[in-house]
């Protein structure tokens, strides 16, 4: 992918520019009580979690990163999963209290739990704000009964409203997501919901665009012709107006799916599109690290029991830890920068890659797509149009051919 002068320069130190997006802990709750039949993430159902013993796992896993990541100060910390709200808040709280012992909590820490809005993991927000989280993300997802039971969720529109109020009462930060284009909705039923929700929530939202993924329960119901998804003119009504009524709250899209007021961006999902470094811990977690002038992508053991018996066998369970490329550096750069609105800054490549866009991606495959009104590139940035981040995938594909 990169231009032929691009290959003759040595390595650039990339200190600075990794500090400037921050270093963020994800750690992966892998559990759920259902399934939801959209969801291809790295979730399992058990009848019965020892979380004494997850909860020591994670803690090992900490220690074994920590180790190689000594002086770092941490920005983010995020929950996820699964559905980190069937942890116990005294796992939260233990997991909080190692990362601040292995590394420097920033005076602005943000530390973001995903909860879901039935009443019982409601009820457990405040000892979570007790342990230490100051960031909520709902899973809303709908606010209609009928809809709810489509998505395949456990809770109703009842219970997500009185879960978004105990939210805010609870955290200084609230968000919710929702999924939209689905079966048979229509632009005005989607900005009536949209509306409502708002009323709860004011400053960050994460919208998606359903879509059917390989290996879920939609994706069969699907094939089989069960339901049939909105067209792309219905679609893009949607997305037109999802931008209008956010826009009129000064919520504006800052990534494809995310929209928030100056300054209530997600910190930690910024350190990930910025191409920051992160820890990741639990099963199938992710991380990217700077160690020793390299970049490199760490992966756990995916499956939840694997991962427990490797952990408390080796004192984690990394699967891969791959050092990258400088091509798949920058592709990567590339791929996460572009669904900002900011997109890819010209200083941060100059910084880490020692030369120009231009040289790294190829004058003539940019130009291209910035006739075409995909791209904008200028002295500041790389940046996706609006046109562009609704077909970033074709966009990716051309760019990194």
């Not at 100051?134 to 219970?159: K, M, T």
């Not at 005005?188 to 994460?206: F, N």
């Amino acid at each position: 992918m990169m231009g032929a002068d691009a290959t003759t320069m040595g390595p650039a130190s990339n200190a600075s520019a990794v500090a400037d997006a921050g270093f963020g802990v994800y750690v992966h709750w892998p559990f759920c009580l259902a399934k939801c039949p959209y969801c291809d993430f790295n979730s399992h159902v058990r009848d019965r979690i020892d979380q004494a013993r997850w909860r020591n796992a994670l803690l090992s896993e900490l220690d074994h990163f920590a180790a190689h990541t000594a002086g770092r100060t941490v920005t983010s910390v995020f929950f996820g999963g699964g559905t980190p709200s069937l942890m116990a808040p005294e796992t939260v709280a233990a997991v909080l209290d190692r990362i601040a012992r292995h590394w420097r909590p920033d005076a602005a820490l943000e530390v973001t739990l995903e909860a879901n809005p039935t009443s019982v993991e409601a009820g457990r927000f405040s000892g979570y704000a007790g342990a230490g989280v100051n960031r909520i993300s709902l899973g809303v997802q709908a606010l209609d009964d009928a809809q709810l039971r489509f998505l395949g969720r456990r809770h109703s529109r009842a219970e997500a409203l009185a879960a978004l109020a105990l939210a805010r009462r609870n955290f200084t930060r609230v968000s919710f997501d929702l999924i939209y284009a689905r079966p048979n909705q229509t632009p005005k039923d989607w900005q009536e919901e949209l509306r409502t929700a708002l009323e709860y929530v004011a400053d960050h939202v994460s919208l998606y665009q359903l879509t059917i993924e390989a290996g879920t329960s939609f994706e069969q119901a699907h094939a089989r012709g069960d339901f049939a998804m909105p067209d792309e003119d219905t679609a893009s009504a949607l997305y037109e107006s999802t931008a209008e009524i956010l826009g009129c709250r000064d919520l504006h899209a800052y990534e494809i799916s995310n929209y928030a007021r100056p300054g209530a961006e997600c910190r930690h999902n910024l350190t990930y599109w910025r191409y920051g470094d992160y820890v990741g811990v639990g099963p199938g977690a992710h991380g990217r690290l700077t160690i020793e002038g390299e970049k490199i992508a760490t992966r756990q053991h995916r499956a939840p029991e694997r991962w427990l018996e490797s952990v408390e066998r080796s004192g984690h369970a990394t699967r891969q830890r791959l050092p990258l490329t400088r091509e798949e550096r920058f592709e990567e750069m590339l791929m996460m920068g572009l669904r900002l609105s900011e997109g890819v800054g010209r200083e941060r490549v100059s910084r880490e890659f020692g030369s120009r866009i231009e040289a790294l991606v190829g004058a003539d495959r940019l130009a291209i797509l910035i006739e075409g009104g995909f791209l904008v590139l200028d002295e500041r940035s790389l940046r996706a149009t609006a046109s562009g981040r609704q077909r970033l995938d074709a966009v990716l594909a051309s760019l990194i051919a």
